[in-house]
């Protein structure tokens, strides 16, 4: 009858919730784990300057390979550890990491993402601050991501926060730009170098002349702040071309080059442009 019916219902749910927990409970012990265990890596991303073409920076993202699960996507763990304080020991372990990265490379940044939970730490400034000081890097050397989530909720602290990391020479860019609540005029007491425009307006300027309207917006106000734009989730060639008529300063995304190894990065970064060799890569320097 309809109670049995229905209580085997509630029960099929329940333990498909179970298997869900359980599968939560081993990220969360395994991540914590992960760091010992030497799964985690970073991958590097390069920003490319719109006028250019030169690599001006690496977005440093993390990448986990787990024994049981094979790879995991930031996307799924990062949440997770963002609800305890794992957070802080994945995010410590990915800062030194990249800017142990940055220290070889001859000029460009490194771009780190930085979670709601981690911006809010207590002390977050003297935990970079410590971070670059034992790296021997320079602030201007180290671009600090955050959302407008992390930023939103107590306004006036982070006001602050930015404040003073700018103006030690940190950069700092609003990562997913859009997606959050913020608008441009609220974000114009944020300390910020730049804009990141969240790749699904990117994904749609070809497609709707809503996205392609809203890329153009932002692209007009925040130069217009003084803000660089750096257009995401760059996949085609009509993008760049699109990109680059609009006005955005600065171009990252699979068109150019899909996050890649430390090493491969250091190739890159040394080379200062995406492809080719050493030799035929250089634009003419005279001869
Ligand atoms: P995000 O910071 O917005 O990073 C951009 C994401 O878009 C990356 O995914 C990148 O691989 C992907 N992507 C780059 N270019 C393209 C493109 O042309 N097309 C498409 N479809 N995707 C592209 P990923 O590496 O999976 O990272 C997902 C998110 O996880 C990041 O989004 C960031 O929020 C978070 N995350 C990654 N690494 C870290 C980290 O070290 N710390 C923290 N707190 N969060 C991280
Ligand atoms: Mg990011
Ligand atoms: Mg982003
Ligand atoms: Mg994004």
């Known amino acids: 009858d309809s109670k049995r019916a229905g209580r085997g219902v509630v029960r099929i749910f329940d333990e ?3 298997e869900g927990i359980r599968f939560r409970r081993r990220i ?9 265990r030497d ?11 719109r006028d250019t073409l030169e690599v001006v920076g690496f977005e440093a993202l993390v990448r986990w390979e787990t024994p049981d699960y094979g790879s995991v996507s930031p996307a799924m763990f990062i ?3 963002e609800e305890s304080n794992t957070i802080h020991e994945l995010g410590d372990w990915v800062l030194a990491a990249a800017l142990a990265q940055v220290r070889t490379w001859p000029g460009q940044y490194v771009s780190v993402n930085f979670s709601p939970r981690q911006f809010r730490r207590p002390n977050f400034v003297g935990h970079i601050v410590q971070a670059v000081q034992h790296a021997g890097v320079e602030p201007s050397r180290l671009q600090i991501e955050i959302t407008e989530t992390a930023i939103f909720d107590d306004a006036d602290r982070a006001a602050d926060t930015l404040y003073r990391l700018r103006q030690m020479g940190f950069r700092i860019a609003l990562d997913d730009f859009g997606t959050g609540y ?5 974000i114009r007491k944020f300390a910020l170098d730049s804009l990141k425009i969240d790749r699904s307006f990117i994904d749609g300027m070809g497609r709707e002349r809503e996205s392609a309207a809203i890329v153009h917006s932002i692209i007009h106000l925040g130069r217009a702040l ?6 995401e989730g760059v996949e085609t060639e009509a993008q760049v071309q699109a990109l680059r008529i609009a006005g955005a300063s ?3 995304g699979f068109f150019f080059s899909s996050p ?11 080379r200062r442009f995406i492809g080719g060799t050493d030799d035929d890569e250089e634009p003419a320097t005279g001869a």
Do not use: F, K, R
């Open 250 to 252: 600065h171009l990252q």
């Open 28 to 36: 969360e012990g395994g991540l914590s784990q992960a760091l010992e």
């Open 182 to 186: 913020s608008s441009l005029y609220n």
């Open 260 to 270: 890649i190894d430390a090493g491969t990065a250091q190739a890159m970064a040394d």
């Open 79 to 81: 949440p997770i550890a």
């Open 226 to 231: 003084g803000l660089g734009i750096i257009a």
């Open 16 to 18: 498909s919730m179970d």
């Open 39 to 49: 799964e985690l890596t970073l991958s590097y991303q390069p920003i490319v300057s």
